[in-house]
Structure formats: structure tokens, C-alpha cells
């Protein structure tokens, strides 16, 4: 009776220090400063990879379960990175709220090389978009708005005054630097993605355009202290088809918002 009485009472006792000795998993995350609880999320195992195609390149992010804000990978020396809001597009106002999407991709396809690289930032509403800019470590945050409006039709006279000034100007512009050579920039866009069996940059947007009607693209580019870098507007008149008046605002904006981010 007595050994068991002192083998119960070690057992007691036994039981009682266990109780006593805080569980590692909820004691430590109760005291765990902010900054270590980032770099666990950053590191948990189970967070997964998934791919994200920019141009033709795959982008490494990383999604957590609880859908927290993605982490893209490390940025590499002497790269600059542009984050881009989902474009306003108001060619339909009858459309979805991620109407701009195909804007967006046929920019990130363009603006993607060596020495520059484009992400997709996820938040909307641009206090939250420039805060999530600086997270993902990016350089320049480019916001876009798409509009079209009604073109009134002119009699034949004014059409033919109109045709000859166009034309005359069309001739002009070869030998000005940075304007004729628009349009083969365009074209030749076109004609490698065709060759890379890539979406074209227009696939989604001609039938929102209108026949008859001028697209106007405004655009914007700032700094990651907001400051104003390079801002514009380029406007097309289309005709029975918008396909080319689509892809070659869209290269005209990249090619001048490549030229600020890199200069």
C-alpha cells in the first residue's frame, strides 16, 4: 500500500509538472512580434506555388490558404518593376467590373523583357493598389482608363477635305521621329505574338469598339512616392472594325511607358 501510495504520488506529481509546461505552439504565438509572424507566413511549407503568365514568362507567386495578399518573387538587380490597376474600361458601361482585364494582359504581354517586368496588382481601389505596390517592391504603379464616344458623320465633301488632311499627315509623320514608326511597332507586335502562337493584344476588345465612334486612353504613370513620372492621352477614331485602332494605342502607351520606366 505504502509503494503504491508513493508510486501514485511521483505519478501525481509527473502529471502535474506536464500540466504546468506551456504548449510551444500557443504560448510562442501569443508572444511572437509582428515581424516574426511575416516571416512564418513567409515560410510556411504549405503555402503554394502557382504560376503566373507575363508575357510569355512565368512569374513565381505564392497564394496562401487564407487568400492573403500574394508574394511575388525576389526582384532581380537592375529590373524594373511596374505594377498595374486593373484599366477603367468604359467602352461598355453595361460590363463587368474586371471589364479591363483584357487591357491589362495585352500590356503585360508588351511591357516584359530583360530589363523591365509588369504585375497584375490585385487591389482595386488605388489607396489600397499603391500600398500593395510597395509591398511587392514595385518601382512605378501605371493606371489606364478606356472611353469611347460617338463621332458625328460629315458630308462627302468635308469626308474627302478630311481624307486628303490624313493623308497628308500620314506622309508627314515618316519622316518625324517616334510617330510613323507607331504603327510598325504595332505590327510587329502583332506579328510575333502571331509567330509565338500567343493570344493576339486585341483578342476581347474589338467588339466592345464601336463603328464610327473615337477611343480615347488616358494613362499614368507614378513613382512609389506617388509622383507623377509620365501622363497622356491617346485618342483613335475607328471604323467598321477596331482591331488595329485597339492594338496600336496599346502599343503607343507601352512603348512610351517603357521609355519612362527605363530611361
Given at each position: 500500500m505504502t509503494i503504491y501510495r508513493t508510486f501514485f504520488g511521483i505519478t501525481a506529481k509527473a502529471l502535474i509538472v506536464f500540466a504546468l509546461i506551456p504548449y510551444p505552439s500557443f504560448m510562442?504565438?501569443?508572444l511572437w512580434s509582428p515581424h516574426q509572424k511575416s516571416t512564418l507566413v513567409e515560410k510556411q511549407p504549405q503555402m503554394q506555388q502557382l504560376p503566373q503568365s507575363v508575357g510569355g514568362r512565368t512569374a513565381v507567386a505564392f497564394s496562401n490558404e487564407d487568400g492573403t495578399l500574394p508574394i511575388f518573387a525576389a526582384k532581380k538587380p537592375g529590373v524594373v518593376?511596374?505594377?498595374m490597376i486593373l484599366p477603367v474600361n468604359k467602352l461598355d458601361d453595361k460590363g463587368p467590373l474586371n471589364d479591363g482585364e483584357p487591357?491589362?494582359?495585352?500590356?503585360?504581354q508588351l511591357l516584359a523583357g530583360p530589363t523591365l517586368e509588369a504585375i497584375a496588382l490585385k487591389s482595386i481601389l488605388p489607396e489600397q493598389a499603391l500600398k500593395e505596390a510597395e509591398l511587392l517592391a514595385c518601382d512605378y504603379v501605371l493606371t489606364t482608363t478606356i472611353t469611347q464616344q460617338p463621332v458625328q458623320t460629315q458630308g462627302r465633301f468635308s469626308r474627302l477635305s478630311n481624307m486628303r488632311t490624313l493623308q497628308a499627315a500620314?506622309?508627314?509623320a515618316q519622316f518625324v521621329p517616334g510617330v510613323g514608326s507607331g504603327a510598325i511597332v504595332a505590327n510587329m507586335a502583332v506579328s510575333t505574338?502571331?509567330?509565338?502562337g500567343r493570344p493576339s493584344l486585341a483578342d476581347g476588345l474589338p467588339q466592345q469598339v464601336k463603328a464610327n465612334s473615337e477611343i480615347i486612353m488616358e494613362y499614368r504613370l507614378t513613382d512609389a512616392h506617388s509622383k507623377i513620372v509620365l501622363s497622356g492621352t491617346e485618342k483613335q477614331r475607328s471604323g467598321s472594325d477596331g482591331y488595329s485602332v485597339v492594338t496600336g494605342m496599346i502599343t503607343t502607351v507601352a512603348s512610351k511607358v517603357a521609355a519612362a520606366a527605363t530611361r
Open positions: 510562442h504565438a501569443q518593376r511596374i505594377g487591357w491589362r494582359t495585352a500590356e503585360l500620314a506622309t508627314a505574338l502571331a509567330s509565338q
